[in-house]
């Protein structure tokens, strides 16, 4: 896949939690379609803020770029962070809050 045949989606994960994320923690993002099929994933480190991400995935694979949506977890020793509803993606850059899922 050459990079002009690449469909690349970024944003940045945020949570609201006023906490030091400790060193160690993943965010792990993944981009489907409506019909939940993977086309794309990454993990980064998570940083104590927000955390970018990009994700490339083969044009050829997305049927309907505006129905592409996100999904992300945020995990360190701190908890654990994930999206509760699947994110649409914006045109230009889209933000993920996560919410805490664990006690």
């Not at 945020?14 to 409506?34: C, H, N, Q, S, Y």
């Not at 927000?50 to 996100?70: C, E, G, K, N």
């Amino acid at each position: 896949m050459s990079a002009s045949n690449v469909l690349a989606v970024a944003g940045t994960v945020l949570f609201r939690e006023k906490l030091a994320m400790p060193p160690g923690g993943v965010v792990t993002v993944k981009l489907v379609d409506t019909a939940g099929e993977v086309l794309a994933a990454t993990s980064v480190d998570a940083e104590n803020g927000p955390t970018d991400f990009t994700l490339q995935a083969d044009p050829a694979d997305v049927l309907d770029p505006s129905r592409l949506l996100l999904w992300a977890r945020l995990r360190s020793d701190a908890g654990v962070w994930g999206t509760t509803e699947l994110v649409p993606v914006a045109d230009d850059s889209t933000e993920i809050l996560v919410t805490r899922i664990d006690a």
